[in-house]
């Protein structure tokens, strides 16, 4: 069963598409049944990929009725009535409201709107919280400024259990009025309000599409909750329309494909180009290698042409692929080349400039051993702001760390066997930070948490050992008491140590909003 389905084209999701169509591919050929779920789609394109699938609309209806208001048909393009709209609705403090912002500069230029024009409130959750914030992020951070007005901020490159804690006090009465999201909150977020407030019509660089439109505002209303949803239109909607599902093989996957096993599914010109692919590669690595990244799945890329690339250009140029090894150093300063060789021969969409995420790449290597407000500090010389610090670590440890895999792999292919550096490659997939504490942010505790736990003597991150399962059976076998008893932890650090161990025990006899 694949739940959002309408990822898998590159319509939706460019980025994630040939991933997710690949894995299909790999499990169709395990399971007999198949169930693809997708919301609002009203028709399915027919290609070789949809061919043999069953287009059946189950549901076509509301559990809340949305109330649907377009103010922005009052004030047209006035910027300054736009954003008295926004302030008048949200100051009420009377009902929750999320605000779709549309992009990341749009959310800052909301969060300056607030500040300026909303006093703060005082709260004993937003008060502790953001002092928290400044304490271990940046002490002038905006965030911690909205915070201090009982508004969240969600989005897709922030530390997830930033994000899990801001969801969570926006559930409480007393917690959060607002959050100002960007299309996350609409991602396997398990939230919603009585009011939602589309601010702008975009979705990152591009205009909103229907059926995103409709998957934010079907955030407003809860049944039995919010039995009506406000929907406070401050820009014009999409038009409307009946979404056809477009699902195509993205052309960069066909590296990863057989000719034999998925011709069923293949063009013969897509089949051509498997053949071609599989020639050229075989003729730089052998046939040998070349059978063993398909059967084993050893690359992570899809994009056929740029592992072609990548491997002509070390058969090619084979000395200037000499200090690889390098990476392996504990010196940072020793990464800038090979760091910067391998990212020119992927140009595109990374979001920033290459000098930038090396620069925070080798300042990341610090993760552990330095206070994070010390080292977000450190590179606003470099342009750097905390907010460039959350995209960069993401982009490092997912985008970054899956390219350099594939260049080990292919490194030891052609240019020398005994050099990998797939330790080094662990560890910045991880952030640099040892295992658990990295894995254990995905569950809600913070990095500067597991820091005092581990000082504190309480469990040893550094052991090599020391994975995500033992790391959670060590705290249950602890105990709550035991973790708050650490000295070293301040009022909401024990909050957030409760809001952890109500995730990872099935029930809690003292409910984490009794906490501070």
Request: include cysteine.
């Amino acid at each position: 069963m694949v739940d959002e389905f309408y990822k898998a084209s590159q319509k939706h999701d460019r980025d994630r598409a040939p991933a997710l169509i690949k894995a299909i591919l790999k499990l169709s050929k395990k399971a007999k049944q198949r169930y693809y779920l997708a919301p609002n789609i009203k028709r399915l394109s027919d290609n070789a990929f949809t061919r043999d699938m069953e287009f059946v609309e189950l549901l076509d209806f509301n559990t809340v009725y949305l109330d649907i208001k377009e103010p922005y048909k009052e004030f047209g393009k006035d910027e300054i009535k736009k954003g008295e709209k926004l302030i008048d609705l949200i100051s009420q403090q009377t009902q929750k409201s999320l605000i779709y912002a549309g992009t990341y500069s749009e959310i800052k230029k909301i969060s300056e709107l607030v500040i300026s024009k909303i006093q703060p409130v005082d709260r004993i959750y937003t008060s502790h919280f953001s002092k928290w914030l400044r304490q271990n992020y940046q002490p002038d951070w905006s965030l911690a400024d909205l915070v201090d007005r009982a508004i969240g901020v969600h989005n897709g490159s922030m530390h997830r259990c930033l994000s899990q804690l801001q969801i969570r006090l926006f559930e409480y009465e007393d917690g959060f009025d607002s959050i100002v999201s960007t299309s996350s909150i609409i991602e396997g977020v398990n939230t919603s309000a009585q009011n939602v407030i589309v601010w702008k019509s975009k979705l990152g660089n591009t205009n909103l599409k229907d059926f995103t439109y409709k998957n934010i505002i079907g955030r407003g209303g809860r049944m039995f909750k919010y039995f009506v949803g406000n929907i406070y239109l401050l820009d014009a909607p999409p038009k409307s329309e009946d979404v056809q599902l477009d699902i195509d093989f993205p052309e960069e996957i066909l590296g990863t494909l057989d000719e034999v096993r998925d011709s069923d599914q293949l063009t013969d010109r897509q089949v051509e180009r498997i053949i071609e692919y599989r020639t050229q590669m075989s003729a730089i690595i052998g046939d040998a290698n070349f059978s063993r990244i398909k059967r084993d799945n050893i690359l992570q890329d899809s994009d056929a042409d740029f592992l072609l690339r990548l491997a002509m250009d070390m058969r090619d140029n084979p000395d200037e692929w000499r200090g690889f090894g390098y990476l392996n150093s504990s010196n940072p300063d020793h990464w800038d080349n090979m760091l910067y060789r391998v990212l020119r021969l992927k140009p595109g969409n990374w979001d920033t400039q290459f000098g930038k995420l090396v620069t925070a790449t080798k300042a990341m290597a610090h993760n552990w051993d330095r206070d994070l407000p010390q080292l977000i500090s450190s590179l606003k010389g470099d342009g750097v702001d905390i907010e460039d610090f959350f995209k960069l670590e993401r982009t490092m440890t997912f985008k970054l760390a899956a390219l350099l895999s594939d260049t080990n792999e292919l490194h030891k292919m052609i240019i020398n066997p005994s050099i990998d550096i797939s330790a080094f490659i662990g560890r910045m997939s991880r952030a640099f930070l040892p295992s658990a504490v990295y894995h254990l942010e995905e569950y809600g505790l913070p990095r500067m948490i597991s820091k005092k736990i581990h000082t504190s003597g309480l469990i040893d991150f550094q052991d090599p050992s020391m994975d995500l399962l033992k790391a959670i059976d060590r705290f249950k076998n602890l105990g709550k008491d035991a973790v708050l008893a650490i000295r070293s932890l301040g009022p909401f650090d024990r909050y957030v140590v409760r809001f952890f161990f109500d995730g990872i025990t099935l029930d809690d006899p003292e409910p984490t909003e009794k906490a501070i």
